[in-house]
């Protein structure tokens, strides 16, 4: 069905990734922000700060 719909649209299947099977490979990583109480804390390290000395009622 996907290899008749590429040729369809003149596209090949396998080099535009289609029916090509997933290369696999590790994110780099990147700090997210984490909210508290619906205020975001840009630093995850203050975050778990405020989150284990129990300034909010997040959950770990």
Same mark, same amino acid.
């Given at each position: ?14 080099? /535009? ?6 290369? !696999? ?11 508290? !109480? ?9 975050? /778990? ?7 909010? /009622?997040?959950?770990?």
């Amino acid at each position: 069905m996907i290899v008749e719909a590429c040729r369809k649209a003149d596209i090949d299947p396998e080099k /535009s990734g289609w029916i090509a099977p997933r290369t !696999h490979q590790v994110s780099p990583f990147k700090p997210t922000p984490e909210l508290v !109480h619906g205020v975001t804390v840009s630093n995850p390290f203050l975050a /778990s700060v405020l989150r284990k000395n129990k300034y909010f /009622s997040g959950k770990i």
